[in-house]
């Protein structure tokens, strides 16, 4: 990260990090699709730590549940400090939701996702979980409606 990524605090953006958070999810979503994937919500997102100008960062997004056009997608974010002498640390998370799009702009059915490890199968069943929440309560709510 740079100086010019940081605020009045000497940190980075919030938002900075919010953008690369959004590309890195985009094209895990995208890749799986085998279409471009737009992003429909933010669901969680935490900062964890600051980031400063001059860490180094990593961004893995994996996708966690595929319904028929929508996706669920998590995201961590590590810093590794400029002086490569301290640990590598967790600065932030963050669960997203995509809609698989095609050239119209219209949903696009997409390819199942078939959990391969027991983790893959845990982080799954908390993806149904957050989707059903989120469904539940999305007649109470105007929004585009996610499958």
Known sequence: MSEHDT???????????????????????????????????????????????????????????????????????????????????RVATAQLVFVAVDADGHPHRIPALVPESAADQRRERRARERRSRRTAGSADRPGPAVS
């Open 7 to 89: 605020n009045l605090y000497g940190t980075v953006h919030g938002g900075v990090v919010m953008k690369l958070i959004d590309d890195a999810a985009a094209a895990a979503a995208g890749r799986h699709a085998g279409v471009p994937a737009v992003t429909v919500s933010v669901e969680e997102m935490t900062f964890l730590a600051p980031v400063r100008a001059g860490d180094l960062l990593t961004v893995r997004a994996r996708l966690d549940h595929a319904g028929r056009t929508s996706m669920d997608v998590s995201v961590v974010v590590t810093a590794e400090r400029w002086n490569l002498t301290g640990p590598v640390t």
